[in-house]
Structure formats: structure tokens, C-alpha cells
């Protein structure tokens, strides 16, 4: 399947200082990596920072485009059965050879109950090692976008795994146990020599790996900073070089500084708010006996209560869009045509006495603090518009740690009302409807469709999605279920934010639009 149209996804941004030498690189986000576990977290940023240590069989360049990996190249065998065909010579950073029992052992490991990321091989059914450097993968129907989603499926080592205790994915409500969770052996270009959780993670450059890059780093040292002030504060005085979570209040400060940059750009991350639509009653609400969010007019209600313009005007001071769609222009499947439901607080008043609510209710919104830009500010500004129509929102803000073991709960969900994003990792709408729209199966499918929306036309279309190969009858098949989604109110699009990075002079790196930060491409100065 050709590749969707990219939008501007890479940005090279260059300020020379200074003769070129090996260097180490300071930089800091928000908050910490959430796990070492490949396959522990689905989560952009824990995914990034894994993604220069581990490696998958395919890659994507600075314009988001695949390219091979630890496979070199791979081929359609029949409508059912992929080849890959594995790069030799690789190591881990212990020194073991890469082969593949090792890409089949990743392949069992990932698809197990605790982890994160089973969406990757949704459809395959069978993996087989044909030899040490050739792994074929059955799936139960075509699958045109098999490898779309193999760049962030990273591949471990099976000796290593075994002989730590580390053959099952880590529990991320309960981490301490897990071998995986602090340390790390893949075949990268980086690998971890310190782990500090919450306080830094240091990596150095791995001589041994298999690739070319640009890079003259020879040491990264990440530190997470929760504070915005004290993390500007750090980029100002020189003890960092690079901030990727700069916040909006201080973008332009940042870029009037002598010595340092600003790299903002278009990011494919959606913000939204879901529903527990699926309990019949809610776990955090003043409402007893029954679930208001299974009202379609309770969720339309919320919906046209918020005012997405005041949000992007004065909490994300411009640098955001509001959406109608669940998914980013760029992402193939965006529904172009899709209009929000308009604000209308009054419309949103009478619609909560027709379902029965004519006081409103209490409910409690579940939101990360250091995950997003602002998103304690933009939960802050929800509970401040839901309240003018009655709806009392106790606001439950914690650092995304916290957050997502809580929400996830090892498949628990236990939230009735949250804010959430999401990058199709596959850039394709299939991924961001299987994973947040499908209905919950335990196996896979709806793994972070929190609140238990189901629609069998929506199931049935994302099933057809995944094996047409007709592009015109894919697209319409996707445009279809999101507009079925949008009439049911199913979720609350509310913004695509944009990237704001703070720079030092002399750091040349590149911004991708999936905001995944890939060290092979850094150059100090």
C-alpha cells in the first residue's frame, strides 16, 4: 500500500557554534520514561526514548517514511504470509547475536496479557523462524499495513529475557519486580548505563551497532523535570542543551534568548475526552444506580459545554487546532469534511434535563499532569465549563506514571471520565480506530478504549479497514466510521497540539511530527 501523505513532518534545525567533537547531550521532558520494557507502555514519548536503545524489524527516516531495520527487506509471499528477511551480523549491546528466535520470542512476548503494545500484530495468527535469518508471519486475513506499526514493536533478546525473569512484559501498576522495567539490551544505537527513575537515565553511544548516523554524541543524559520553570530555568543557565516539552508561556522568552533556539511544529497527536459508557453505574460519580455517560444526550451535552476556541486561545496560547476528529490531518482516513458539534452551553443545559439531569451531576475527571501540553490547565479550564451547566467535576490530576496505572489498571479501566492522546503509530486511522474505538476483547483490540464504547458497525468496518486493499473503498470505509463516531458522541475531540522544543545554539537535530526524538540524528557543535 502506497504510503498516506506525510505532512510537514521533519524539521532540521541548525545552529553552528564552535569546532565539532564528540559530545554529550543534556536534555529533559516533563516527566520520566515510563518503563525500559519494550513492551510495557504504549506511550509516544516511552516508546521514543526506547526506540535508540531497541530497535524493530522496520525503522522510519526523518520524513516518517519506513525503512528497513533489523529486517532488510521483506516481501508479500501470499495475501496471508510476510517474509522477513533478518540483517546479519547484529548484536546486542551484551555481545549476543541477533536471529530469529529472538524476533519470534518477541513476537509471543509481546502478545502476552501484561503488555502494551499487542496491537502490533493484531491479525498475525502464526510467527515462523524458516531459518536463523528468515521469519515468515501468517496472518489470519491480508493485512496491507502489517509493517506500518513494526518501527516501535522492538525486539528483545530471548537469552536475556529468559536468564533475567524478564519472558512476560512488566506490570505497569506494579513495576518493581520487573528486570525489564530498569534495565535494558537491544541492538541500538544507544544503550542505558544508568537508571535513575524519576531523577536521570544516562546512555552512551553503542561502537558495536550495525548502522550509520550523523550523530558525533557520545553520552545522553535525560533528566525529567516536572516544574515548567525549573525546567526553562535550566535551558537558560546552560545545564541543558535541549527541552522538548517548552512551555507555551515561555516560547517566545526562549527564542529572544542569545544562544538558543525554538523549533515548533505540527505534531499528529490528538486530545480528547472519553466516557465509561460501558459499567452500569459509574465508579466515580454522584449519580447511583445507573450510568448518565450511556445518555447520548449526557455525552452531547459535555461536548457542546466546551468551548475548544477559548481553550486554544487562552491555555494553549494558539499553538493548538481544534478538532472535530479523533485523528491529525496527515493521518490517512482524516475525515476533512468531519464538523464539530457547535458550543452551545444552553443547547447543553436542555439536553441534560431531557436525559434527567435537570441539576446536573458530580463526576470525576481523570487527567495526566506532565503528560501533554497543558493538561492540567485544559482539564482546569473543562471543570470551569461543565460547571456553568451543572455538571460538578472533581478533577483528578496526577503525574502520567500514576495516571496510566490507574486508568489502565491491568485492563481494570478505572476511570468514568478522562482526557487522553493519541499518534497513530501507523499513521493510518486503522490504528487509532482499533485501539480506542473497536470494542474490548481482551486480545487486543480496544486496549485503550477506556470507557468500553462499542458499535458493531464500527467493529465490522475496522475489521474490513485492516484487509482492503482497494484504497478508495478503504477510505470510505474509514470516513464511515468516524462519522458514525462523531453521531454517537463516542469521545470528545477536542485539539491537535503543536511541538514546541527549546534549543542551545549549536545542536543540530530533527523534529519528526510523531514528536519521537531519535539521538542517531543529533550533532553537537
Not at 535494558?184 to 544503550?191: I, L, S, Y
Not at 523535570?225 to 525546567?231: K, L, V
Not at 462499542?454 to 475489521?463: F, K, Y
Amino acid at each position: 500500500m502506497p504510503a498516506p501523505p506525510l505532512p510537514l513532518a521533519a524539521l532540521a534545525f541548525a545552529l553552528l557554534a564552535g569546532s565539532a567533537a564528540a559530545q554529550s547531550l543534556r536534555f529533559s521532558f516533563q516527566s520520566d520514561v515510563g518503563t525500559l520494557d519494550p513492551h510495557g507502555l504504549n506511550e509516544t514519548f516511552t516508546l521514543g526514548f526506547l526506540g535508540n536503545v531497541y530497535e524493530g524489524l522496520t525503522t522510519r527516516g526523518p520524513d516518517l517514511r519506513i525503512e528497513p531495520g533489523l529486517a532488510e527487506r521483506w516481501e508479500l509471499l501470499e495475501p496471508t504470509r510476510w517474509r522477513f528477511h533478518l540483517r546479519r551480523g547484529v548484536r546486542f549491546h551484551d555481545g549476543s547475536a541477533f536471529s530469529a528466535e529472538d524476533v519470534v520470542f518477541s513476537a509471543e512476548r509481546v502478545r502476552k496479557p501484561r503488555s502494551d503494545v499487542k496491537s502490533r500484530l493484531a491479525s498475525v495468527k502464526e510467527v515462523i523462524a524458516v531459518d536463523d535469518y528468515t521469519v515468515d508471519f501468517v496472518t489470519e486475513v491480508p493485512n496491507p499495513i502489517l509493517d506500518a506499526e513494526w518501527d516501535t514493536w522492538y525486539i528483545m533478546d530471548k537469552d536475556w529475557a529468559e536468564r533475567n525473569g524478564a519472558s512476560e512484559p512488566v506490570d505497569i501498576k506494579n513495576p518493581a519486580g520487573s528486570f525489564a522495567n530498569f534495565n535494558a539490551n537491544g541492538t541500538g544505537p544507544f544503550r542505558i548505563v544508568r537508571r535513575e527513575p524519576d531523577v536521570r537515565t544516562i546512555a552512551v553511544r553503542h561502537d558495536g551497532w550495525w548502522g550509520k548516523a550523523p550523530t558525533n554524541l557520545r553520552e545522553v543524559v535525560f533528566q525529567p523535570i516536572a516544574n515548567d520553570a525549573t525546567r526553562v530555568a535550566a535551558l537558560l543557565s546552560g545545564e541543558l542543551d535541549l527541552v522538548l516539552s517548552l512551555p507555551i508561556q515561555d516560547v517566545e522568552r526562549v527564542a529572544r534568548t542569545p544562544g538558543l533556539g525554538v523549533l515548533v511544529g505540527p505534531e499528529l497527536r490528538t486530545i480528547f475526552l472519553g466516557f465509561d459508557q460501558s459499567r452500569e453505574e459509574l465508579l466515580y460519580s454522584s449519580v447511583k444506580g445507573k450510568n448518565p455517560f450511556k445518555d447520548r444526550r449526557v455525552r452531547l451535552a459535555v461536548y457542546q459545554a466546551i468551548d475548544t476556541e477559548a481553550i486554544v486561545k487562552k491555555v494553549m496560547r494558539g499553538q493548538a487546532v481544534p478538532s472535530a476528529a479523533m485523528v491529525a490531518p496527515g493521518i490517512r482516513g482524516f475525515p476533512a469534511d468531519l464538523e464539530r458539534h457547535p458550543f452551545d452551553p444552553a443547547a447543553a443545559r436542555r439536553l441534560l434535563a431531557e436525559a434527567g439531569y435537570p441539576e446536573g451531576f458530580g463526576v470525576t475527571l481523570d487527567c495526566p499532569n506532565d503528560r501533554y501540553v497543558n493538561d492540567e490547565q485544559i482539564c482546569q479550564a473543562i471543570v470551569g465549563m461543565l460547571a456553568r451547566i451543572g455538571i460538578k467535576v472533581t478533577l483528578n490530576a496526577q503525574p502520567k506514571s500514576l495516571f496510566f496505572a490507574k486508568v489502565l489498571a491491568a485492563g481494570g479501566y478505572d476511570t468514568s471520565f478522562y482526557l487522553l492522546g493519541w499518534t497513530p503509530g501507523s499513521l493510518d486511522s486503522w490504528n487509532a480506530l482499533y485501539n480506542l474505538v473497536t470494542t474490548r476483547d481482551g486480545k487486543g483490540a480496544g486496549a485503550f478504549n477506556l470507557g468500553g464504547y462499542s458499535n458493531p458497525r464500527i467493529d465490522a468496518l475496522t475489521r474490513a479497514v485492516l484487509t482492503e486493499t482497494d484504497l478508495v473503498k478503504r477510505d470510505a470505509m474509514i470516513r464511515e466510521a468516524w462519522r458514525i463516531l462523531h453521531e454517537d458522541v463516542g469521545y470528545v475531540p477536542l485539539h491537535q497540539q503543536a511541538l514546541a522544543w527549546g534549543v542551545r545554539e549549536g545542536v543540530e537535530l530533527v523534529q519528526r511530527a510523531d514528536n519521537q526524538f531519535l539521538w542517531r540524528w543529533v550533532v553537537k557543535r
